[in-house]
């Protein structure tokens, strides 16, 4: 070792006991890891660990089990996971948002936005109905690399863009009801 070079032991052909020792092994390592696993999700997430008794497939693979330690959630802790993904989930967004507008007024993408009350407006790329569109767009295309555009799949008989169409044209008609509903109210 002191002159740099390693000495390699002889190579052994595997037998029977090796290999059993090399999976035992490799067993371990995959045990291992899964608790390593679980115990960041803990930390993470939240919920308790419960000490059960081993079903029958966890007593085949390992014969001497005695008991194993599951991480447990409740349903509350499961709700809270829920309002903790879509709070991190929405702030990014949110930070996205900021960039997505600085790029779409350097562009001249705002020319193609039209008022469907006027005009008969196509789908996108062609034409916008709002700048949630347009935003909606870009963010799917050049953030999330999904091209809803290209994407002909449909859910509910509608393709993305037909749905995003739909969202933007009813969230602007409602935005619109209401600004006009508190205007009518208060005149001032």
Request: glycine residues 6%.
């Amino acid at each position: 070792m002191a002159s740099g070079k390693f000495a390699l032991p002889a190579r052994v052909e595997p037998d029977e006991d090796n290999l059993s020792a090399a999976a035992r092994i490799s067993r371990l390592g995959d045990v291992w890891q899964r608790v390593v696993d679980e115990s960041k999700y803990h930390r993470f997430w939240g919920g308790h660990f419960e000490v059960r008794d081993p079903d029958e497939e966890q007593k085949t693979v390992q014969p001497g089990l005695e008991h194993v330690i599951v991480s447990v959630k409740t349903e509350r802790d499961r709700r809270d996971d829920i309002r903790i993904a879509e709070y991190i989930a929405f702030n990014r967004i949110q930070r996205k948002q900021v960039v997505i507008s600085r790029n779409i007024v350097r562009s001249s993408a705002k020319d193609r936005v039209k008022n469907p009350r006027a005009e008969v407006v196509a789908l996108a790329p062609d034409e916008l109905v709002s700048e949630l569109e347009m935003a909606t767009l870009y963010m799917l295309d050049m953030d999330m690399h999904f091209n809803p555009i290209k994407n002909t799949t449909t859910f509910g008989g509608l393709t993305i863009v037909e749905w995003l169409r739909g969202y933007c044209v009813s969230g602007g008609m409602l935005c619109r009801r209401f600004v006009g509903a508190f205007r009518w109210n208060h005149p001032d």
